[in-house]
């Protein structure tokens, strides 16, 4: 029912007059598949990372710098994104998952402000003001710079990695994982390898990030360092947290309330944070397990 509602949304809006929160749902999905890359992390894997930011801005910043380059096919630059976001994850995994609770957390965040500094420092890509993209990427028979064309693209890609985080949560991989996150010590006595499980959840969490960077950057046709800072790893656990930690839709309702809260409550004051900051509250105190408290069904749940 609701993919259903997700196809007909664009053709309704145009109808109504209202194109432009065409736009508006795209960045949502976009947002809700960088949540959910997190989720699988977090709510699967039981690891509190800080610093994912890291791999969306990593992906996001491959795809500008090859179209400065001249590479504006999404065939090569979308999968070099996802590529080059899963290398910096397992580099990062290899080393941070040798730790455990406060130091992971920060450890995590402080491999995603070298690569925010890095970046920052990067003058031949814009340094710290960032890169215009010049077009949007290409993709054979379909024009993305029609919002409409693009919308259905990002929404093909989050309804795909969806299905297969939902198979990847239902094999015998995700029970492992779960399992882990419940008790380790089991695990390993169990003969578990729980370090390359965890590794590998790691990468994919990266991986997919990264292919929610290289749409974002393709929505805004701009990439700056901001999108690695610890600030945006901030926003994309709110974001989970609003939707429920480990409910495999937690990311996308997450997502959803938080943008559109903002872009409600942006129209009314300029202190829209606070009334943001006060529903965050509410849910906390009210559904600890998120809008996933209120929504999930069993078997939902991870």
């Known amino acids: 029912m609701v993919l259903v509602a997700a196809v007909g949304f664009p053709f309704t809006a145009e109808a109504l007059g209202s194109g432009y929160y065409v736009g508006v749902a795209t960045r949502v999905m976009i947002y809700a598949l960088a949540a959910s890359s997190l989720n699988l992390v977090l709510g699967y894997g039981g690891m509190i990372s800080f610093g994912h930011a890291a791999f969306f801005g990593a992906g996001a910043y491959t795809v500008a710098i090859l179209a400065q380059e001249g590479v504006g096919s999404a065939l090569i630059a979308w999968p070099l994104a996802v590529a080059v976001s899963v290398a910096c994850a397992i580099v990062i995994g290899a080393i941070s998952l040798r730790t455990r609770g406060l130091y992971f957390i920060m450890i995590t965040l402080a491999f995603a402000q070298m690569l925010y500094y890095f970046f920052v420092s990067l003058k031949a890509y814009g340094g710290e003001d960032g890169i215009n993209l010049a077009a949007r990427s290409h993709l054979p028979g379909i024009d993305l710079r029609d919002e409409t064309a693009f919308y259905f693209v990002v929404l093909a890609i989050l309804a795909g990695c969806l299905y297969l985080l939902r198979r990847l949560a239902a094999s015998r991989f995700g029970a492992v994982l779960r399992g882990i ?33 290289a749409l974002i950057v393709n929505q805004h046709g701009f990439i700056s360092p901001n999108l690695l800072d610890w600030t945006q790893s901030g ?23 938080m943008l559109l809260l903002e872009e409600i409550l942006s129209h009314w004051t300029g202190y829209w944070k606070l009334g943001l900051g006060l529903v965050l509250l509410f849910v906390v105190l009210r559904a600890p397990g998120g809008i996933g408290s209120w929504l999930a069904r069993d078997g939902a749940r991870g």
């Not at 370090?195 to 959840?201: I, N, Q, T």
């Not at 926003?235 to 309330?257: D, E, F, K, P, S």
């Open 181 to 213: 996150r419940e008790n380790e010590g089991r695990m390993t006595a169990l003969g578990y390898p729980t370090y390359r499980y965890r590794l590998v959840c790691f990468t994919l969490g990266g991986g997919i990030a990264g292919l929610a960077g």
């Open 235 to 257: 926003t994309l656990l709110i974001m989970l947290i609003l939707g429920g930690v480990g409910w495999l839709y937690g990311g996308v309702a997450g997502a959803a309330a």
